[in-house]
């Protein structure tokens, strides 16, 4: 499946300047982390994780951000730079660089939106069922992350049905199998 989804990015048009930018989508704990990686280094690409701007009190009003730091000076084909936020300590964080032209994945909660969907060369869902995403999630952050866990899960609920990213989504893919290691 790696070896599909990076041939369809290969031979996809740039749709935001000079570079082609593919999202990584689906609900916390789907294993977009874990594919979005992968695709990195098949296509020596950086990642720009949608968890460097949202928070657990800002799930998915962070966007703006993303954009003017992002999306705007990639779409010109100029060099990005975002503040990555620290979820540890609740504040935004060291600088980070993106440089146009090539492939960007953008990978995270909502990052294949519709304020995005022209822009994308290729989009890709990732569905995992909902006991396996909070077991992830609770293994990841302990399980006193639970409540935090359930809001964060209701809050993309919203989004996804409002949103319908699933439908529009180029490639669907399970996050029950185990990382394809090709």
């Known amino acids: 499946m790696l070896a599909e989804i990076v041939a369809r990015v290969v031979a996809s048009e740039p749709r935001l300047g000079s570079t082609r930018l593919v999202a990584v989508d689906g609900p916390g704990g789907a294993g977009k982390s874990t ?7 098949e296509l020596d690409a950086p990642v720009v994780p949608t968890d460097s ?26 060099l990005a730079r975002y503040q990555r936020y620290d979820w540890d300590r609740r504040a935004l964080a060291e600088w980070h660089e993106v ?19 022209t822009r994308l060369s290729l989009s890709i869902w990732i569905d995992t069922p909902r006991p ?4 992830r999630g609770i293994d990841r952050d302990g399980p006193s992350a ?19 990213t699933r439908a529009h989504a180029d490639i669907t893919i399970s996050g029950t199998r185990p990382a394809d290691p090709a």
């Open 132 to 135: 396996l995403r909070l077991a």
């Open 53 to 78: 701007f949202a928070a657990w009190d800002n799930t998915l009003n962070w966007w703006p951000r993303l954009e003017t730091q992002v999306l705007e000076p990639l779409g010109r084909n100029m």
């Open 35 to 41: 594919l979005a990686a992968q695709l990195a280094r």
């Open 146 to 164: 639970q409540p935090l866990w359930e809001q964060w899960m209701a809050d993309e609920d919203t989004h996804f049905a409002a949103d319908n």
């Open 99 to 117: 440089t146009p032209g090539g492939v960007v994945v953008l990978e995270g909660v909502s990052s294949a939106r519709a304020a995005v969907r």
